[in-house]
């Protein structure tokens, strides 16, 4: 995912930040693209998962109360990114992706068995975001 800056022309690269929402609520862990040149320093979240925080903010509302939240919680790429930034040095995307795939497939087979539509649903969304 390589992507220019739009002030400078420089490299961005990912990095997962803490977001703050009216203040109030801390969103952590959401993929940012970062320009590599600090005098420009130029960063912006990653197209990918603006819907997702969108809807998280709109769920929120306007006045919402303190809290923290976990975006990998929300985002299937923010999940990718934290797993492999917990894995350490030796972690390919390859492997964690598998990995997550194989988590949300497990899962989708407990929901079946339970009979319960809207989580199957939920992770049949989950599974498209990250096999794009």
């Not at 197209?47 to 997702?52: F, G, L, N």
């Not at 795939?101 to 049949?124: H, I, K």
């Amino acid at each position: 995912m390589q992507k220019k800056c739009s002030r400078c022309g420089n490299d961005m690269e990912i990095v997962l930040r803490n977001v703050v929402y009216r203040n109030r609520v801390k969103i952590m862990n959401v993929p940012v693209l970062v320009c590599v040149d600090d005098c420009c320093a130029h960063s912006q979240v990653v197209d990918v998962i603006k819907d997702d925080l969108k809807s998280l903010m709109e769920e929120l509302g306007q006045d919402p109360e303190r809290q923290a939240i976990e975006f990998e919680e929300m985002s299937e790429l923010s999940n990718l990114l934290v797993l492999i930034a917990n894995e350490g040095v030796g972690s390919s995307v390859r492997e964690a992706l598998g990995e997550r795939v194989n988590q949300l497939l497990d899962l989708f087979l407990l929901a079946q068995s339970l009979g319960d539509e809207q989580w199957m649903r939920e992770l049949r969304e989950r599974l498209t975001k990250i096999m794009v």
